[in-house]
């Protein structure tokens, strides 16, 4: 029994380094693309020695990162219960949800290896279906604009959310505020017109 929690012990501390590692890759590397592997161990409290034996490569860090930028933005997408409610407080929650997302997805952005090294973001993953399936059902409602194809809406609430982060790290614009107006703006792009 000793051993057993002994080995628990040990795979609970790994996988709590490894979760250290990637969350220090992704704030140091949506600050600074070209940053390297020893800034990343500099962030994660870890020696170069440490990184190196959970990702031996930049390669294999940035496989896990974008793995795991997959899962977050299902697990959001997840959390906001796109089937419950109106479509428009429903796509309301999954901004929300994707704007607390800013850090690991601006790294994105600022990383294009982390989606060019998997198939998986040319898929359409599960929460990609999800809003598709919002948006089809808002349609149905009545409650989202029917010239709006899911496929335009998916893009612009990126779009968004991509200004939204930018907005807030550019121009000091506090998160609460940023979000107000990224919530405001979709309201108005996928409202249906009057009458």
């Not at 496929?151 to 968004?160: H, T």
Request: charged share 25%; net charge negative; with cysteine.
């Amino acid at each position: 029994m000793a051993v057993r929690d002994s080995v628990d012990v040990e795979s609970r501390a790994r996988a709590r380094t490894r979760r250290a590692i990637l969350d220090a890759a992704i704030t140091v590397l949506s600050q600074h693309s070209a940053a390297s592997l020893a800034d990343v161990a500099d962030a994660a409290g870890v020696g170069r020695t440490t990184l190196h034996r959970y990702f031996p490569e930049r390669a294999d860090l940035m496989t896990a990162l974008s793995t795991d930028v997959l899962a977050r933005i299902d697990a959001a997408a997840e959390r906001s219960q796109l089937d419950r409610g109106p479509a428009p407080e429903a796509l309301e929650r999954l901004c929300q949800e994707y704007f607390e997302l800013g850090d690991i997805l601006m790294c994105v952005f600022s990383q294009p290896e982390l989606v060019n090294n998997t198939q998986a973001w040319e898929e359409c993953s599960e929460a990609d279906k999800a809003l598709i399936r919002l948006v089809e059902r808002g349609h149905a409602e009545g409650t989202l604009d029917p010239a709006l194809d899911p496929i335009w809406v998916q893009q612009v609430l990126w779009s968004l959310l991509y200004a939204t982060w930018q907005h807030t790290r550019e121009h000091s614009v506090s998160k609460h505020r940023a979000l107000d107006l990224c919530l405001r703006s979709l309201r108005k792009v996928v409202a249906t017109s009057p009458g």
